[in-house]
């Protein structure tokens, strides 16, 4: 299973951003999908996961209210917008499949991440 992120940037605080990932080699149907990120010196952490059909979406705290995950099944494209970008969202964003329909446990494929640089 191969993922490839893309979509990130440099833009200025208060603005939006719209990460894709497409994913092949895999039934990306029977996959829930994640989007983690990864600042400098901190640890990778879960932004946004989306079970198989999308009926059940999860958000950290620090994003809910401004981000959202959705997926295209038919496309095999899992997305995360971003609006009202903070420069504590500079980070490299990584997609990710979990091996199960639903979220629980870690992933099992990880995307090349792709960076997304926020500005004061």
């Known amino acids: 299973v191969q993922l490839q992120a893309s979509g990130g940037g440099l833009v200025q605080a208060g603005g939006s951003l719209r990460l894709s990932c497409v994913v092949s080699?895999?039934?990306?149907?029977?996959?829930?999908m994640g989007w983690f990120r990864q600042a400098p010196g901190k640890e990778r952490e879960i932004v946004a996961a989306?079970?198989?059909?999308?009926?059940?979406?999860h958000y950290s705290d620090s994003v809910k209210g401004r981000f959202s995950i959705s997926r295209d099944n038919a496309k095999n494209t899992v997305s995360l917008q971003m609006n009202s970008l903070k420069p504590e969202d500079t980070a490299v964003y990584y997609c990710?499949?979990?091996?199960?329909?639903?979220?629980?446990?870690?992933?099992?494929?990880w995307g090349q991440g792709t960076l997304v640089t926020v500005s004061s």
């Open positions: 990710a499949a979990y091996p199960r329909m639903d979220v629980r446990g870690n992933p099992a494929y």
């Open positions: 080699g895999g039934a990306m149907s029977t996959y829930a």
């Open positions: 989306i079970s198989w059909g999308g009926g059940t979406r």
